[in-house]
């Protein structure tokens, strides 16, 4: 996972664009899955319903540190699916 400055807003991508911070001038954040409608697995504090977009809203840091785990499983099944498989070696006969 890696991220920069994208459309004005810090962006995380690997293997495509994953997640951008917005709506972060109120007094919560929320974080923007680009595509998050087809990241595997069910994620309690997922918002969104659709093929695309899900959003997850923090209102302090307090509660980013509680959702840590659910964050991380999202980070590993995003980068599992975005990433190219892995070649497969023939065994020569």
Not at 15 to 32: E, I, P, R, W, Y
Not at 49 to 75: C, P, S, T, W, Y
């Amino acid at each position: 996972m890696q991220e920069g400055e994208k459309y004005g807003t810090v962006t995380f991508h690997c293997g495509g664009d994953f997640a951008s911070f917005v709506q972060h001038n109120k007094n919560t954040v929320s974080l923007m899955f680009n595509r998050g409608g087809i990241i595997p697995g069910k994620y309690p504090h997922m918002e969104g319903e659709g093929r695309q977009v899900r959003f997850m809203r923090f209102a302090d840091v307090a509660e980013v540190n509680a959702r840590r785990a659910e964050l991380a499983k999202i980070v590993v099944a995003w980068c599992d699916l975005s990433s190219e498989p892995k070649s497969k070696t023939t065994k020569k006969t």
